[in-house]
């Protein structure tokens, strides 16, 4: 919902506010922030806007000001903590900090630099505020304040090099729309790799059980370290992961696969699931390997890397991944194989490889995405 509120007041906005404030508009509802709180000048042009995007744990907002020649706003600072505590009050139960990004356009970077370095870290409790400022050609940053946070400072770089601007449209309807393409982007992102291989795992265990070859398959594809370490068949730490043994294991092992495998390829694109899933399960089937005795199949290990990956991702971004947290995503790795522990014929160190793999493999991904 926007909240609307008018001031009969003189300021002039200029047309390099307008322009600007258009810009980041256009980045930030790509991204998925919406926008939540405007005040206009005598009812017609923007000079304050707020935008908002609800990730658990933390509420993202990103304020844009006209500070003008004569200084900032009266009762600004209390106007947005004020609906930034409401906010946060009002969904305790899924967010438990906000994170405020002010940023201050004005020609007189003198002025907002001396507003932006005395006004410093504001915080309240469980809401913090960050100052930046910018004249529309570079961005400044308040004493002690950071210069990168959640990505923001990407999109405002992306906007101060943006040619968007359309004169006749309002920024409601710039966020409205981009919100739309950005969320059809997101719904057309079609899982291609972890479809593919989901298809294989079926194909191949439909393959075996009605030809009967459920025992062949096991032993001629199955994880064993005396064939991989003595005889020289490495391909079985590939192999492994589509042969499974019974219904169960299959459908288990789908249904997870779907759920984490979705996630991956969606957050660390389709060449990063691939890489993820299949070191992670071939560092599961070498730990399997070399202390388990007998033979292993399943993917398991490898959708065990997914978990350990998706994992490391949700606690490095400080956020939920597509509803799964950091907290929740731990508890079922540990009691999968707390449980796995306690049931026999169960490949635990496949499990416990490929989720260390898949942490360690995603971990660097992040770092490196990052950098």
């Known amino acids: 919902m926007i909240f609307e509120i008018v001031y009969n007041c003189h300021l002039e906005l200029k047309l390099l506010f307008e322009t600007f404030l258009q810009k980041l508009t256009s980045e930030l509802s790509e991204k998925q922030y919406k926008l939540i709180y405007i005040e206009k000048v005598d009812g017609q042009k923007e000079y304050m806007a707020l935008f908002l995007k609800d990730e658990s744990p933390?509420?993202?907002?990103?304020?844009?000001?006209?500070?003008?020649?004569?200084?900032?706003?009266?009762?600004?600072?209390?106007?947005?903590?004020?609906?930034?505590?409401?906010?946060?009050?009002?969904n305790k139960e899924f967010f438990n900090n906000a994170v405020c990004v002010n940023i201050l356009y004005s020609d007189c970077v003198d002025s907002v630099k001396k507003f932006a370095d005395g006004i410093g870290n504001l915080r309240d409790s469980n809401i913090h505020n960050i100052w930046w400022y910018t004249d529309g050609n570079i961005v400044g940053y308040g004493c002690g304040q950071p210069n990168k946070i959640l990505g923001i400072e990407k999109y405002v770089k992306n906007a101060l090099d943006s040619d968007f601007y359309e004169p006749n449209r309002n920024i409601e309807d710039i966020n409205k729309m981009k919100n739309q393409l950005s969320a059809?982007?997101?719904?057309?992102?079609?899982?291609i790799v972890m479809t593919a291989i989901l298809a294989a795992d079926i194909f191949v265990f439909l393959i075996q059980?009605?030809?009967g070859l459920e025992n062949n398959f096991i032993l001629k594809y199955g994880i064993n370290g005396d064939m991989i370490f003595y005889g020289g068949q490495y391909y079985r730490l590939i192999t492994y992961?589509?042969?499974?043994?019974?219904?169960?294991?299959?459908?288990?092992?789908?249904?997870?696969?779907?759920?984490?495998?979705?996630?991956?390829?969606?957050?660390?694109?389709?060449?990063?699931?691939?890489?993820?899933?299949?070191?992670?399960?071939?560092?599961?089937?070498?730990?399997?390997?070399?202390?388990?005795?007998?033979?292993?199949?399943?993917?398991?290990?490898?959708?065990?890397?997914?978990?350990?990956?998706?994992?490391?991702?949700?606690?490095?971004?400080?956020?939920?991944?597509d509803g799964l947290g950091y907290m929740t995503m731990l508890i079922i790795a540990v009691s999968s194989i707390g449980m796995g522990m306690m049931t026999a014929n169960v490949d635990n160190f496949g499990h416990i490889g490929g989720f260390i793999g898949g942490i360690i493999i995603g971990y660097a991904a992040c770092r490196l995405k990052k950098e």
Request: glycine fraction near 14%.
């Open 58 to 90: 933390i509420l993202s907002f990103v304020s844009v000001v006209d500070f003008g020649k004569n200084g900032v706003i009266d009762g600004y600072t209390e106007k947005l903590n004020g609906i930034m505590e409401e906010l946060l009050n009002d």
């Open 184 to 191: 059809l982007r997101s719904e057309g992102k079609f899982p």
């Open 209 to 211: 059980t009605i030809f």
């Open 241 to 321: 992961m589509f042969i499974h043994s019974g219904w169960e294991h299959i459908a288990f092992n789908c249904i997870s696969l779907y759920i984490y495998g979705t996630r991956t390829e969606k957050y660390f694109g389709k060449a990063g699931f691939f890489v993820i899933y299949f070191l992670s399960g071939i560092l599961g089937g070498i730990l399997s390997a070399a202390l388990n005795g007998g033979y292993a199949v399943g993917a398991s290990g490898a959708i065990f890397g997914l978990i350990g990956a998706v994992l490391i991702l949700s606690k490095m971004k400080h956020r939920n991944i």
